[in-house]
């Protein structure tokens, strides 16, 4: 069945860098060029794609935005604010129109570290110690945490604020760290044991019966033994970073990995697709470092490895991901 699908947004060019302002304070924001490709993957399922763009552009067209679309493919990023991942799936949610993706409580969970790992504990999946500050002047108590430790923002993704610095190895190192990110980013900054050993991210689609597809594993240098080294900012836009995909790893270790990326999804009622981050210390612990409800979908990311592991093309998984809605909407 063909069906009008509208498509939200937010593009890097339009929330250019200001003077001041962090060099990745956009990194969440999609290339034009991935925003087209979804579009013409969309189409090459026989439905016609609006472009809509970001939530302001979505609350200009809203008084008749369900006679001009049957349901949103949604991979905005919002603006400001800890729920800003919320602010298209709750306007959409008023006005009764389906969309693809997980709802406003999903996104802003997941977005927000800390109260994930809230999540996680309570469901028994394990996620690195952690504390967390709001302010350089805070007090914190180290007593249940080893060095090394790794300073993260507390709300961000597509690892906005994470440099080389952010590992750190005593106390010095760890306040100048979050007096960093406080005064550049103005929020909270969550602090974790640093796991040393491997990454492995899950992608997943799907929801009663959602496919969790096997792990990629992270390299940085062609170097898949990462130990002390981890996913910065500036590896983005770098070559030295990429995936095997599937990983090399044992098939006791690859079921692990699939049951708890598969926890964690449902754990946070993920919908349609999502990610999950993991490390994998020394001894073979595996360690849940966020689940994302809205992952990239560019090329250069693991969707298009599970299309290459799945020999089909691109279109079809992003179809596929338009299909988990469109069947929760009972719309086919």
């Known amino acids: 069945m063909a069906l009008k699908v509208g498509l939200t947004y937010d593009l890097r060019i339009d929330r250019p860098v200001q003077k001041g302002e962090p060099q990745d304070i956009n990194a969440e924001f999609d290339f034009e060029e991935t925003v087209n490709n979804i579009a013409a993957s969309i189409e090459t399922g026989g439905h016609k794609v609006i472009k809509i763009g970001g939530v302001k552009n979505l609350l200009n067209m809203s008084d008749g935005i369900k006679n001009k679309v049957d349901i949103v493919f949604n991979i905005c990023e919002g603006y400001l604010g800890r729920n800003r991942e919320a602010q298209v799936p709750v306007i959409l949610e008023m006005l009764g129109v389906p969309f693809v993706g997980s709802d406003g409580l999903t996104l802003s969970l997941a977005?927000?570290?800390?109260?994930?790992?809230?999540?996680?504990?309570?469901?028994?999946?394990?996620?690195?110690?952690?504390?967390?500050?709001n302010s350089y002047d805070s007090a914190y108590n180290l007593d249940h945490l080893n060095f090394p430790l790794i300073a993260k923002l507390r709300y961000e993704g597509a690892s906005k604020g994470i440099t080389e610095k952010s590992r750190v190895e005593d106390t010095k190192e760890l306040k100048t760290q979050i007096d960093y990110l406080v005064s550049n980013y103005k929020q909270a900054v969550l602090v974790e044991e640093f796991i040393r050993g491997l990454e492995f991210t899950v992608p997943i689609i799907g929801n009663e019966k959602a496919e969790v597809f096997p792990p990629a594993q992270v390299h940085i240098d062609n170097n898949v033994d990462l130990g002390d080294q981890f996913y910065t900012f500036d590896f983005i836009a770098s070559d030295r970073l990429g995936y095997v995909y599937p990983a090399k790893i044992p098939k006791?270790?690859?079921?692990?990995?699939?049951?708890?990326?598969?926890?964690?999804?449902?754990?946070?009622?993920?919908?349609?697709?999502?990610?999950?981050?993991?490390?994998?210390?020394?001894?073979?612990?595996?360690?849940?470092?966020?689940?994302?409800?809205?992952?990239?979908?560019?090329?250069?990311?693991?969707?298009?490895?599970?299309?290459?592991?799945?020999?089909v093309p691109y279109q079809k998984i992003i179809n596929r991901i338009l299909d988990a809605g469109i069947k929760r909407y009972n719309l086919n």
């Open 111 to 133: 977005l927000d570290k800390v109260m994930t790992k809230k999540v996680l504990i309570s469901e028994g999946i394990p996620t690195p110690k952690y504390f967390v500050v």
């Open 252 to 311: 006791k270790l690859q079921e692990k990995l699939c049951s708890l990326a598969l926890a964690t999804y449902k754990a946070v009622d993920c919908r349609d697709f999502g990610r999950v981050d993991f490390r994998l210390d020394y001894e073979g612990n595996p360690y849940v470092l966020e689940i994302n409800p809205l992952p990239s979908l560019a090329l250069k990311d693991v969707y298009k490895l599970v299309a290459d592991y799945k020999r």
